[in-house]
């Protein structure tokens, strides 16, 4: 039996530098905690400065180690996911892991800045454009990895490609939006493996899930009484983000992973447990509707690669 996978095994990361998205709370915290705690120089990328800034405060009381950067980012806004890559190409010439982790579940319908739907701007076109516009800094370290968070919601995630944003009269769900979006997150992950592979670029790209972790994701269901009563328990039972955020970690740093693999935990139904190699489900492998959405992100957010 493969002997569990944990922080223990992360290799040193002294001179990495990563970038981990949503840095600031939940697996993007737990995930910068570890990273730093090997030596890496991560920034963490998060819409308040002030959010970032105290969580890394709290990280540098338990650990010594490593450089925690914090810059910023709305992924609501293409201007702000632009100055954010801007900031950092003019920091940093290179990168090696991109953890596309921010995320936002079963919010109310409304658009981001540039008029997507939250959840699928969010999720899926704001890591799109940042990953094209840190292509450069990505191919300038080799063996580098992009890592985009999914979700055990991908399952019920439908690719409405004619109606992406809820516009055309079909009533607005909002666990439909968001399973979009992750079914989007893997779609995206194994397309861009077969564009690194085509254009012989030396880096990989690879999808990970946290099963049911204890995070504030779920504080849009917890806007009435009676849910937030139900969120409470439901949460309860779930595992710790530190628990949750291992498949992204292991994504992100083992030396054994390969480009195009996904990660989750090793538990009942993938819903808790040490992070093993995972399968998702068979729409998240369809290639036409991987370059389907490929295209359409290009198109929306005028990011081309
Ligand atoms: N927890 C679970 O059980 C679970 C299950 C499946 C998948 N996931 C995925 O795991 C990822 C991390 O979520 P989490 O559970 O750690 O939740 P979380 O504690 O709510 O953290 C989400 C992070 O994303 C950030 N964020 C949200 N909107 C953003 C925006 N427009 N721009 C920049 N940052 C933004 C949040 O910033 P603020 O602090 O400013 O809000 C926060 O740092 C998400 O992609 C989620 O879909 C989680």
């Known amino acids: 039996m493969e002997k ?85 190409k003019e920091k940093f010439e290179r990168l090696d892991v991109l953890m596309n982790n921010a995320g936002i579940m079963a919010t109310p319908n409304f658009k981001t800045s540039d008029g997507f739907e939250a959840q699928l701007g969010t999720n899926h076109l704001g890591h799109f454009a940042l990953t094209g516009l840190l292509l450069n800094q990505l191919k300038a370290s080799p063996g580098s990895r992009v890592v985009n968070v999914s979700s055990l919601a991908h399952n019920s995630g439908k690719m409405n490609f004619d109606d992406l944003m809820f516009e055309k009269g079909r009533k607005f769900k909002t666990m439909q939006a ?50 937030k009563m139900v969120s409470k328990i439901a949460r309860g039972a779930m595992q710790s983000a530190a628990k949750g955020a291992l498949p992204q970690i292991r994504a992100a740093v083992d030396p054994g992973v390969k480009g ?46």
């Open 4 to 88: 569990h996978w944990t922080l223990e095994q992360i290799p040193s990361l002294e001179g990495k530098i990563i970038i981990v998205t949503g840095g600031n709370s939940g697996l993007g915290y737990e995930s910068v905690r570890a990273f730093a705690q090997k030596g890496a120089r991560v920034v963490l990328a998060c819409r308040n400065l002030e959010k970032g800034e105290k969580a890394k405060d709290e990280i540098f009381r338990s650990t010594s180690k490593g450089i925690i950067d914090v810059m910023k980012i709305d992924l609501m806004s293409l201007d702000s996911v632009r100055n954010f890559a801007s900031a950092f």
């Open 260 to 305: 195009g693999e996904y990660y989750g935990p090793g538990g009942f139904m993938q819903v808790f447990g040490f992070p093993v190699l995972v399968k998702s489900n068979a729409a998240s492998y369809n290639i036409e509707d991987a370059q389907n959405l490929w295209n359409v992100s290009a198109q929306l957010t005028g990011v081309n690669f």
């Open 178 to 227: 968001y399973g979009q979006s992750k079914l989007a997150n893997l779609l995206f992950t194994y397309e861009l493996q077969r564009y690194f592979e085509k254009n012989n670029i030396n880096s990989i790209s690879i999808a990970a899930h946290p099963g049911g972790s204890n995070t504030r994701l779920a504080s849009h269901f917890e806007e009435s009484g009676f849910m």
